[in-house]
C-alpha cells in the first residue's frame, strides 16, 4: 500500500502563484509514476501533470504547460506541482495520485489518491 498525503492549497488571486505537495509514504519503492490531477464539481477528473519515477519523462496537459512544473524531492519521497500564472479556470480540487504500473496520463492507471486540495484562483 501507498499512502499520499497533499498539502499546499489555498486562495490566490489571478497571476499568482501556488506550489502544492504530495507526501508519499508506505510502499513507495513500487511506485512508477505520481501525477496530479484536478476536478471541479460535476465535471470529470481530469489529468495535469506526471514525473515517471520508473524511466523519467514528465507529463503536462495542454492547459498548464508552461505555467505548471512537475518535481520531486527523492529523499523526501514528496512530488511537488509548482503553479505559476494561475487562471481562474484552474480552480479546482486537485488531486495527487501514485501508479505502479503506468508512465503518464490515464486515470484508471493510477491505484493510490490523496485526498485532494482545494485552489481557488479569484480573477
Known amino acids: 500500500q501507498v499512502q499520499l498525503v497533499e498539502s499546499g492549497g489555498g486562495l490566490v488571486q489571478a497571476g499568482g502563484s501556488l506550489r502544492l505537495s504530495c507526501a508519499a509514504s508506505g510502499r513507495t519503492f513500487s511506485i512508477a509514476t505520481m501525477a496530479w490531477f484536478r476536478q471541479v464539481p460535476g465535471q470529470e477528473r481530469e489529468f495535469v501533470a506526471a514525473?515517471?519515477?520508473?524511466?523519467?519523462?514528465?507529463y503536462y496537459a495542454d492547459s498548464v504547460k508552461g505555467r505548471f512544473t512537475i518535481s520531486r524531492d527523492n529523499a523526501r519521497k514528496t512530488e511537488y506541482l509548482q503553479m505559476n500564472g494561475l487562471k481562474p479556470e484552474d480552480t479546482a480540487v486537485y488531486y495527487c495520485?501514485?501508479?505502479?504500473?503506468?508512465?503518464?496520463?490515464?486515470?484508471?492507471?493510477?491505484?493510490?489518491w490523496g485526498q485532494g486540495t482545494q485552489v481557488t484562483v479569484s480573477s
Open positions: 495520485a501514485a501508479s505502479t504500473k503506468t508512465d503518464c496520463c490515464a486515470m484508471t492507471g493510477y491505484e493510490y
Open positions: 514525473s515517471s519515477w520508473r524511466y523519467g519523462p514528465t
